[in-house]
């Protein structure tokens, strides 16, 4: 009898274990479709590849999880596809024009692209990212069908580069120069063009002074907490790129960025003292202590990718004006093992 128990205990468990993560199905992609149709639901692809961290990631963290599960398995026929192995596989890479991993595409019940993005994405986040097809000045394949058909009003231009760039499928600098350069300065300033001047734009380059420049229109424009969230995250990539040796130190230039960062009266900016007294550090070679006070009573205010970033660059850049008890320190304050993992490697590499 307990031999039965335990039997029917290994089923139900399997049966669970089943029911709470996304129901990936053993289809070939028109067998999705077709089934799709039939049963009035919408098809989900994930494409990816044995090599690809993000692809394992997903599969072991996301989509087990019992709220995807919940998501996926009423409204969508679910297939997982190899990119790099099999018929079906290499078929769906070259039909999409897949190039990174992972990459999700969803289909209606004809096999017409709803929506396609790449990239793994934590937690229930990942849903938000999906929903994006319902959204029809997010979703990618109706944005891609209302530009080929000759649409170029500002809004949808804007979004379908945005959408286009999320596919990881093409160079999309040249749409981006001539969308750019189409409009007029006073065109630029807006919540739809601010993708322009964001992570595409650095400190130093003409987009960036524009955006610099015209900080208060933008302001206006677009909101200060969002207009100073991109401003901020500029000054914090200079200052990165400094400590990361991918920047001359200039004592000079630190300067006149710190002045400016004092200037512009940012919200929200925390982390960019941490990285302003980790360049005073730099350059004088001393001040370890100070810096390790203020790391800790600033660290709990700033984001959590925030400290993550300052911290992964920080860290080896100045390590010898800490004590390894310090570095210690510092690195327990890293919740996550990759870039802890980095930093450490890095550490060594330096003792050689």
């Known amino acids: 009898m307990k031999r039965i128990l335990f039997i029917l205990s290994i089923v139900f468990t399997s049966m669970t274990a089943i029911a709470q993560g996304v129901n990936f199905q053993e289809l070939t992609l028109e067998q999705a479709i077709a089934k799709a149709k039939a049963e009035n639901k919408l ?9 690809c961290g993000p692809c394992k990631m997903m599969a072991k963290d996301i989509f087990p999880m019992k709220e995807m599960g919940d998501y996926f398995n009423p409204k969508y026929i679910s297939i997982s596809s190899n990119a ?28 017409n692209m709803i929506h396609m993005f790449a990239g793994g994405v934590l937690s229930l986040a990942f ?34 580069i945005k959408a286009l760039m999320g596919t990881y499928t093409t160079d999309v ?59 901020k995250k500029k000054f914090a990539a200079y200052y990165s790129n400094v400590l990361g040796k991918q920047r001359a130190v200039n004592a000079v230039e630190i300067e006149q960025i710190n002045k400016q960062v004092a200037a512009l009266n940012l919200k929200n900016s925390d982390i960019l003292p941490l990285f302003q007294s ?29 400290r993550i970033l300052f911290l992964y660059y920080t860290i080896p850049a100045i390590s010898e004006i800490w004590s390894k008890e310090q570095i210690d320190e510092l690195l327990a304050m ?19």
């Open 127 to 160: 849903i938000d990212k999906v929903e994006e097809s319902f959204n029809p000045d997010m979703a990618f394949g109706n944005l891609q069908k209302r530009y080929n058909s000759g649409e170029r009003d500002k809004k949808l231009v804007a979004n379908y």
């Open 334 to 352: 890293i919740d996550d093992n990759n870039t802890r993992n980095l930093i450490v490697k890095a550490l060594d590499r330096q003792k050689k």
């Open 84 to 111: 790099e192995k099999g018929e079906d596989g290499p078929l769906v890479r070259a039909k999409f024009g897949i190039k990174a991993y992972p990459t999700f595409v969803i289909l209606d019940g004809d096999g």
């Open 43 to 51: 098809v989900f692809i994930d494409s990816y590849t044995d090599w």
């Open 173 to 231: 600098t040249k749409m981006i120069d001539d969308f750019a350069n189409s409009l007029s300065e006073k065109d630029l300033i807006c919540d739809e063009c601010l993708f322009i001047f964001d992570d595409l734009a650095r400190l130093d380059s003409p987009r960036g002074k524009f955006l610099i420049e015209n900080i208060e229109k933008f302001r206006k424009e677009v909101g200060r907490e969002k207009i100073d969230n991109v401003v």
């Open 278 to 306: 980790a360049m005073s550090s730099l350059l004088n070679k001393q001040g370890g202590d100070e810096l390790l006070k203020l790391i800790k009573s600033t660290a709990p205010k700033v984001e959590r990718t925030e």
